[in-house]
């Protein structure tokens, strides 16, 4: 066997790792069209889940947020309320504050 062959067993591992789950979903747009979440993200979106052989659409939502709470079972609005407050350290300066860093000339 040479040194870049591998057993059937790992090569059969690896690639039924990389393989589409059956159930897996994705969100795409409603006409069909495949492109970014970043286009147009008021415009309905269709939820889709893999059967083992195709994408069959499972619900729809009207915009890019409303299909992600549907996705990952996110109720409501997807606002976090009650939540505590962020310590002092955490909270952002003023940005027109004079600045400590290195790339702030005096």
Do not use: C, N
Not at 30 to 44: I, Q, S
Not at 59 to 68: C, F, K, T
Not at 90 to 103: E, F, I, K, S
């Amino acid at each position: 066997m040479d040194e870049f062959e591998e057993p059937l067993e790992l090569w059969a591992a690896r690639r039924d790792a990389r393989r589409r789950q059956v159930g897996e979903r994705r969100v795409s747009h409603a006409d069909g069209v495949r492109r970014g979440a970043h286009v147009d993200p008021a415009a309905p979106r269709v939820v889709e889940e893999w059967d083992g052989v195709q994408w069959v659409v499972v619900g729809a939502a009207e915009g890019y947020a409303a299909a992600q709470r549907a996705l990952h079972g996110i109720a409501g609005d997807g606002v976090m309320r009650g939540m505590m407050p962020r310590p002092e350290s955490t909270v952002l300066r003023d940005p027109t504050a004079p600045g400590r860093g290195r790339h702030r000339k005096p």
